[in-house]
T-cell receptor, first 115, second 114 residues
Framework: SAVISQKPSRDICQRGTSLTIQCQVD?????MFWYRQQPGQSLTLIAT?????????ESGFVIDKFPISRPNLTFSTLTVSNMSPEDSSIYLC????????????FGEGSRLTVL | GDSVTQMEGPVTLSEEAFLTINCTYT??????LFWYVQYPGEGLQLLLK?????DKGSNKGFEATYRKETTSFHLEKGSVQVSDSAVYFC?????????????FGSGTQLTVLP
């Protein structure tokens, strides 16, 4: 198993600013992902965070808007850039074993509100 | 593409009632199926899984059977407790090599009253 810590747990941000969310895993994992959960909706994968290389983004998400870093196996950051109210959401970090079996561990999420 | 359709909530039950949360899916090949649970103030946790047809996943009194003929993976529990109050997500992992992600349903909020 893995315990995932995210911070901040919540924040209120002004339009046009950027915020970086940090994700720390307590054990070495191969797969790390970032999801978005918009109010009343399901989880949508933003990107796969790759160690030491550029993240792999899903359709509809771009690096300029959601830059991601993963300097080592246990840490990743997601930045939400130039925020607008439409970015108000819960952002979830998740991690899983190398085989990507679908058995993921999730952080508690970071709830962002953009005014 | 892959998709998961989940019973809409919220669902409110009395303690010891029987629970069913419906989940159907669309996917090519043979996906793996999951139920995740999100308790208040916590992250999602894997509740149970099934990786092939007719498999039954079970955990904490919850069960779900992978039914390929009906493309379903309904979650059931015979007697719910107040502590089961949470949001439940059905999800699938595609079987193709390029399926990086889990596809989630919309979630079902369950409230169990004492």
């Amino acid at each position: 198993s893995a315990v995932i810590s995210q911070k901040p747990s919540r924040d209120i941000c002004q339009r046009g600013t950027s915020l970086t969310i940090q994700c720390q895993v307590d054990s070495q994992v191969t797969m790390m992902f970032w999801y978005r959960q918009q109010p009343g909706q399901s989880l949508t994968l933003i990107a796969t965070a790759n160690q030491g290389s550029e993240a792999t983004y899903e359709s509809g998400f771009v690096i300029d808007k959601f830059p991601i870093s993963r300097p080592n196996l246990t840490f990743s950051t997601l930045t939400v850039s130039n925020m607008s109210p439409e970015d108000s959401s819960i952002y979830l970090c998740s991690a899983g074993p190398p085989l990507n079996t679908g058995e993921l561990f999730f952080g508690e999420g970071s709830r962002l509100t953009v005014l | 593409g892959d998709s998961v359709t989940q019973m809409e909530g919220p669902v409110t039950l009395s303690e010891e009632a029987f629970l069913t949360i419906n989940c159907t899916y669309t996917a090519t090949g043979y996906p793996s199926l999951f139920w995740y649970v999100q308790y208040p103030g916590e992250g999602l946790q894997l509740l149970l899984k099934a990786t092939k047809a007719d498999d039954k996943g079970s955990n904490k009194g919850f069960e779900a059977t992978y039914r390929k003929e009906t493309t379903s993976f309904h979650l059931e529990k015979g007697s719910v407790q107040v502590s089961d109050s949470a949001v439940y997500f059905c999800a699938l992992k595609g079987s193709s090599g390029s399926a990086r992600q889990l596809t989630f349903g919309s979630g079902t909020q369950l409230t169990v009253l004492p």
